[in-house]
Antibody, heavy 123, light 108 residues
Framework: QVQLVQSGAEVKKPGSSLKISCKAS????????INWVRQAPGQGLEWMGG????????KYSEKLHGRVTFTADGSSSTAHMELTSLRSEDTAVYYC????????????????WGLGTHVTVSS | EIVLTQSPDTLSLSPGETATLFCRAS???????LAWYQQKPGQAPRLLIY???TRATGIPDNFSGSGSGTDFTLTISRLQPEDFAVYFC?????????FGQGTRVEAK
C-alpha cells in the first residue's frame, strides 16, 4: 500500500528555515503528485501547494509564496518542503499528501497522507 | 478564494444514529469538485469522498456525499463508535484549495 514517511519533529527559532522530507513508497513517483497541507494547533487545514515531480509542475499558495519551496528527487521518491523566515504563526503540523495523476490535476483532493511533522517556532 | 462554512460545529449523537453534516461554499463549486475527510485526534486526515459523492477506496457505504453548486452534505448512517471524529470539507474547483473549519461528531 502507499506510504508517505515524513521526517521528524522540529523546533526552530523565529527567522530561521525549515526543511521537511516526505518519502513515498508503494506508488510510482512518476505518476504521483505531492501536496503540502499544514494544521496549526486546534485549527483547520491549510493547503500550502504541491509538486508533480515527473513534470516539474509546482503550485504555491499565494499566502506563502516567496517563503516556501517544494522540490522532489525521483531517484529516491522523496519530496521536500522548505519554509524560510519562520514566525510563531508557522507553528503547526505539516503533512505531505499525495494524489495519483490518473484523471486528476495532481492538486485536487488528497488521497494519501503522511503522519505529519510537528514544527514549533519559538524563541 | 472560496470560503467553506461547515455546520453544525458539533453534532452529538448516539451509535446507530445518522449524522448529517453540511458544507456551504461562498461561490459555486463547479463540477462538484468537493471532498470530505475524517480526522481523529493525533492522526492525519483520511479521504472519505471526492467529486462530491464518490467514495474513496475502502470507505464503507454508510458514508455518502451529495450536493452541488454551493451546498454539499455528508451523511453518515448507522454511526459506529469509530466514526466519532472531526470532518472537513475541501473544494478543489479554484485555487487555492480551501477547507471548511470542521464539524465534530461526538458521542452523546
Amino acid at each position: 500500500q502507499v506510504q508517505l514517511v515524513q521526517s521528524g519533529a522540529e523546533v526552530k527559532k523565529p527567522g530561521s528555515s525549515l526543511k521537511i522530507s516526505c518519502k513515498a513508497s508503494g506508488v510510482s513517483f512518476n505518476s504521483y503528485a505531492i501536496n503540502w497541507v499544514r494544521q496549526a494547533p486546534g485549527q483547520g487545514l491549510e493547503w500550502m501547494g504541491g509538486i508533480i515531480p515527473i513534470f516539474g509542475t509546482i503550485k504555491y499558495s499565494e499566502k506563502l509564496h516567496g517563503r516556501v519551496t517544494f522540490t522532489a528527487d525521483g531517484s529516491s521518491s522523496t519530496a521536500h518542503m522548505e519554509l524560510t523566515s519562520l514566525r510563531s504563526e508557522d507553528t503547526a503540523v505539516y503533512y505531505c499528501a499525495g494524489l495519483g495523476l490518473y484523471e486528476t490535476t495532481g492538486f485536487d483532493y488528497f488521497q494519501h497522507w503522511g503522519l505529519g511533522t510537528h514544527v514549533t517556532v519559538s524563541s | 478564494e472560496i470560503v467553506l462554512t461547515q455546520s453544525p460545529d458539533t453534532l452529538s449523537l448516539s451509535p446507530g444514529e445518522t449524522a448529517t453534516l453540511f458544507c456551504r461554499a461562498s461561490q459555486s463549486v463547479n463540477s462538484n469538485y468537493l471532498a470530505w475527510y475524517q480526522q481523529k485526534p493525533g492522526q492525519a486526515p483520511r479521504l472519505l469522498i471526492y467529486h462530491s459523492s464518490t467514495r474513496a477506496t475502502g470507505i464503507p457505504d454508510n458514508f455518502s456525499g451529495s450536493g452541488s453548486g454551493t451546498d454539499f452534505t455528508l451523511t453518515i448512517s448507522r454511526l459506529q463508535p469509530e466514526d466519532f471524529a472531526v470532518y472537513f470539507c475541501q473544494q478543489y474547483d479554484r485555487p487555492p484549495q480551501t477547507f471548511g473549519q470542521g464539524t465534530r461528531v461526538e458521542a452523546k
